[in-house]
């Protein structure tokens, strides 16, 4: 697309176009030209991108507090216990027996989506001892255990990783509607800048006309002052009249040069851009389009559904009214049901250094404990070592206040929420009527400035032609000639004002980005409308 071209030639425009004393070079610029670039090289804009694609991270960061939690602990240990029993098992000469073991643990821990956890942990080791009371020596030992704990009172509606998720996603909405309120601010924006540089560079072209009258006029006087039929004194009238129509001509240049700044810095996202040296030509003109059909009466509920700043104002409500709920339940005393089941198992080898054989008997491994770290796992299946468990606990902080204060700055917090949703909606409800009457004012103002400016036409065509026939004076055709150019500044002005009138109409109902076909994505460039105008 052609905006496409325009990035390309604002980037290589230096190149070899500004050298010393050459002309600045004219880019000719349509209004949805003017929209694409903005939208895609405007500084704020492009903040509040990455201000967005910071709330998307955010709601993922969010969603990871419910990502399980793999702990692997694997140790090699040696210890001599002191005993202080006659009964220590300590092999001869020694004063406690020794234990060398291997082992390795796993757990995992899950988050559940009604505030409780879930919790897995496996452990499975080898240990060796001297003791001669040890049956297994080599012993292998294992268990598979599961605990759910379920909150009943604090954390059970909500909690703080439920309480993060919900404000996560309502910033990313917030964010969203916060980068639509800048878009359709910078497209309204750079409409009111481009219509203002076009009815600043129509009032040069005014003012320029008006000089070029004065000069004409100024050249029939001096004509008629050689044949006679004037007096000397008679030329100082329109001399006097094209010097100051010059300065104003100046005057309009520099209105019109700062308008143009105005655009380019909606336009251009680096101070540095070599394109601020460019002369941008608006390519549209300023007559307006035929209102559409079914605008004139303003529709203020539409407008507040559509409007990004309620949009923003609901979402710190709803923000505030979470984190009011989350500190109210921060006040409760934390109950909670706790049940867990644990499968041990036991298995080795005989130990050989076992204590001499009992009066009943040697000592003898049971066959379900004889084996390697596979049987040890299988009396975990076969249930011989069960730990099960349900209860209760109870933390019951003293006072609270802490908590309790929060709660209450909370809500007072969210009634000015509350309050400043109301005033949201009632200044988009003021905005909107405004609009519409601006909008209503300036077309009338067009029809009024085009009648003033034909009369105007009208009145300097017959005063020339009085002039001409000596039956008044360059006065009168110079002071014919003011009038002509007011009215075309008034003209103009007031095209300029109904273009900018229906922009913030457009705005202030919340339809202005519709209107262009602009379409938004929150870490993406916002797609570039078709060329034309509205």
């Known amino acids: 697309m052609r905006a496409t071209a325009l990035l390309l030639a604002f980037a290589i425009l230096p190149a070899g176009a500004l050298r010393a004393g050459d002309p600045a070079p004219e880019l000719r610029l349509t209004l949805a030209e003017a929209r694409a670039l903005a939208l895609e090289r405007n500084v704020e804009l492009r903040v509040e991108r990455e201000a967005a694609a910071i709330s998307d991270a955010g709601e993922l960061r969010a969603k990871g507090a419910w990502d399980p939690f793999l702990r692997v602990d694997a140790r090699l240990r040696e210890r001599t216990d002191p005993v202080n029993s006659i009964l220590s098992g300590a092999p001869s000469g020694e004063l406690a027996p020794t234990v060398r073991s291997a082992g390795l643990s796993l757990g995992v821990v899950q988050l559940l989506p009604t505030g409780g956890s879930l919790s897995f942990t496996s452990t499975l080791a080898r240990e060796k001892t001297d003791s001669v009371f040890s049956i297994l020596s080599p012993a292998w030992t294992s268990s598979l255990g599961l605990e759910l704990r379920q909150p009943l009172l604090r954390n059970r509606v909500t909690d703080p990783a439920r309480a993060a998720l919900r404000v996560a996603r309502i910033d990313r909405g917030r964010s969203a509607a916060s980068l639509r309120r800048i878009a359709?601010?910078?497209?309204?924006?750079?409409?009111?800048?481009?219509?203002?540089?076009?009815?600043?560079?129509?009032?040069?072209?005014?003012?320029?006309?008006?000089?070029?009258?004065?000069?004409?006029?100024?050249?029939?006087?001096?004509?008629?002052?050689?044949?006679?039929?004037?007096?000397?004194?008679?030329?100082?009238?329109?001399?006097?009249?094209?010097?100051?129509?010059?300065?104003?001509?100046?005057?309009?240049?520099?209105?019109?040069?700062?308008?143009?700044?105005?655009?380019?810095?909606?336009?251009l996202g680096d101070p540095a851009d070599p394109a601020w040296a460019s002369r941008i030509v608006p390519a549209d003109d300023a007559e307006p389009s035929t209102v559409p059909a079914g605008s004139a009466a303003p529709d203020i509920a539409a407008a507040e559904e559509r409007r990004p700043e309620v949009a923003e104002a609901a979402a710190r409500l709803d923000r505030l009214a979470i984190e009011d709920e989350a500190a109210r339940d921060r006040v409760r005393p934390q109950l909670d049901l706790v049940a867990g089941y644990t499968g041990r198992g036991l298995a080795g080898d005989p130990n050989p250094g076992v204590a001499p054989p009992f009066p009943t008997g040697p000592v003898e491994v049971p066959e379900a404990l004889d084996g390697g770290p596979g049987r040890s796992l299988g009396t975990i299946g076969e249930g011989r070592y069960p730990d099960a468990s349900i209860g209760l606990s109870l933390a019951l902080p003293l006072g609270n206040r802490a908590a309790r204060a929060e709660s209450k700055q909370l809500r007072s917090a969210r009634v000015q929420a509350e309050l400043a949703l109301l005033r949201a909606r009632q200044q988009v409800g003021v905005e909107v009527r405004n609009a519409a009457f601006a909008e209503e004012t300036a077309e009338q103002r067009v029809a009024a400035a085009r009648a003033a400016r034909r009369a105007a036409q009208t009145q300097l065509l017959a005063e020339e032609e009085r002039f001409t026939a000596g039956l008044t004076t360059s006065f009168f055709v110079l002071t014919r000639q003011n009038d002509l150019t007011q009215a075309l500044l008034v003209e103009t002005r007031a095209l300029a004002d109904l273009r900018t009138a229906r922009v913030e109409r457009a705005r202030a109902e919340g339809t202005l980005l519709s209107d262009r076909q602009i379409q938004l994505h929150d870490t993406e460039p916002a797609a570039v409308p078709e060329r034309g105008t509205r």
Do not use: I
């Open 184 to 267: 359709s601010d910078t497209v309204a924006a750079v409409e009111r800048s481009y219509w203002s540089l076009v009815a600043a560079r129509e009032a040069v072209k005014a003012q320029a006309s008006a000089v070029a009258l004065a000069e004409r006029q100024q050249e029939d006087v001096k004509a008629r002052v050689e044949a006679g039929t004037l007096s000397e004194s008679d030329l100082a009238t329109p001399l006097a009249e094209v010097e100051r129509r010059k300065g104003e001509l100046l005057a309009s240049r520099e209105a019109a040069a700062r308008a143009e700044n105005v655009l380019k810095s909606l336009l």
